[in-house]
């Protein structure tokens, strides 16, 4: 029996009957919202109850589908007052569904939750989803919580550097890196029928002779539009043409952004290039639409989930390098050239960025074939769903063993 595909089977085991709680604010779009339902469906396979305490959101429906049990719990609550008393709320939850461990998944709960096990004598698990910025003595104290697990997960090396710059004295050696895992299944050239890449191309007002540079993220500065677009001048004035630049992403509220953005494209001619799509649904489909992806991020990510879902459809990417993105993909100098899965540029260059771009635009079709089979291999290797849930049940089994 398949749980939700993370290729997990079902079987008596050591988590057989175990009851495990995952508390975060909500459980809307996100990644660390998907990994606690995916990590949910993995308990539920395994034989575990699998209990989620948030205030609700999007993925419930999904969460109780794959056999989770969805808690309502004010978890999104930063009001100090109210944290102090949800501590004895969610001890006494605890105790009534015979809770073994507890798992936080952001800062504010998980001063909850560590309140909860430490009265309960629970196990305490954590997982950084990000990398907290902290200037201040109270903000640092704020998010020493998620370094204060009995293991604290953190979703690559990066972020496990930053723990231990920041938080080295209460995390001490119980940081363990577990990447985010991605659905080899829906995330796979042969989930994708062309049905589905023509209607989104369409929708772009992607014409059929044009190649889509594509960036997928969130409309906000650091993710890099404004390098993606001075990158797209550069290429149109070397004479590459037949492009669509796409930005496909919500702008959540940020609407100086989106005229900023607008104004640079108008700036530079690139009005019939470039263009704004909106928040996208269908992001394998997405992916498999364009001959290249570009994370031009301009500050470091966490973790970077495109690079790697990119890389798993066999589209080429092209990724700054920074924060733990380069540790998703493989480039030369760090490797040889016939085992490149993409390129690492400098973050905020725009002529590396074009460059690299146009390199991955002008391969041919053996080199794209071969590109694509190593993408596709090393994700399998080291990014899949069903290795992140393993990881993590594995960790709920050692602490339950002790």
């Not at 990590?39 to 305490?53: D, F, W």
């Not at 003595?137 to 998010?143: F, H, M, S, W």
């Not at 972020?159 to 710059?165: C, E, K, S, W, Y």
């Not at 001075?230 to 004479?239: F, H, I, P, T, V």
Request: proline share 5%; hydrophobic share 50%.
């Amino acid at each position: 029996m398949m749980a939700g595909g993370a290729g997990l089977r079902a079987e008596a085991g050591p988590l057989a009957g175990a009851c495990v709680l995952q508390i975060i604010p909500e459980l809307e779009a996100g990644g660390a919202e998907r990994t606690t339902v995916d990590v949910a469906a993995g308990l539920a396979a395994a034989g575990a109850r699998a209990l989620v305490a948030t205030e609700g959101g999007r993925l419930v429906g999904e969460l109780q589908a794959k056999g989770g049990a969805w808690i309502q719990f004010p978890a999104a609550s930063k009001n100090p007052l109210a944290m102090a008393l949800h501590v004895g709320r969610l001890a006494r939850l605890c105790r009534r569904e015979g809770v073994q461990i507890i798992h936080a998944r952001s800062r504010a709960p998980a001063w909850v939750a560590l309140g909860a096990a430490r009265r309960l004598g629970l196990p305490f698990v954590t997982t950084y989803h990000g990398s907290y910025s902290g200037r201040t003595g109270v903000k640092v104290l704020y998010n020493s919580v998620m370094a204060r697990g009995d293991v604290v997960i953190a979703n690559s090396h990066y972020t496990a550097d930053l723990i231990r710059g920041l938080h080295a004295e209460q995390a001490g050696d119980r940081i363990e890196v577990i990447h985010r895992g991605t659905d080899l299944s829906a995330f796979s050239p042969v989930a994708v029928g062309p049905a589905r890449v023509e209607a989104l191309r369409r929708a772009w007002g992607v014409a059929p002779h044009e190649r889509v540079v594509l960036l997928a993220a969130r409309l906000t500065a650091w993710k890099g539009h404004r390098v993606l677009i001075e990158a797209a001048a550069l290429m149109r004035d070397r004479g590459i043409g037949d492009l669509a630049v796409v930005l496909a992403g919500d702008p959540q509220g940020r609407a100086a952004y989106e005229r900023e953005i607008d104004a640079l494209v108008a700036a530079r001619g690139l009005q019939g290039i470039v263009r704004r799509v909106g928040h996208c649904t269908d992001m394998p489909a997405a992916f498999r639409a364009a001959s290249v992806v570009a994370v031009p991020s301009v500050e470091p990510e966490a973790f970077g989930r495109s690079a790697v879902e990119a890389q798993s459809l066999g589209t080429p990417v092209v990724v700054s390098d920074l924060g733990a993105v380069p540790e998703t993909v493989l480039s030369p100098p760090a490797v040889e050239p016939g085992q490149r899965t993409g390129w690492r540029v400098p973050a905020g260059d725009p002529a590396a960025l074009a460059a690299a771009l146009g390199e991955a635009l002008a391969l041919g079709a053996s080199a794209r074939d071969a590109l694509a089979r190593r993408g596709r291999a090393h994700v399998e290797a080291n990014f899949s769903l069903e290795r992140m849930v393993g990881d993590t049940l594995a960790i709920y089994a050692r602490l339950l063993a002790r």
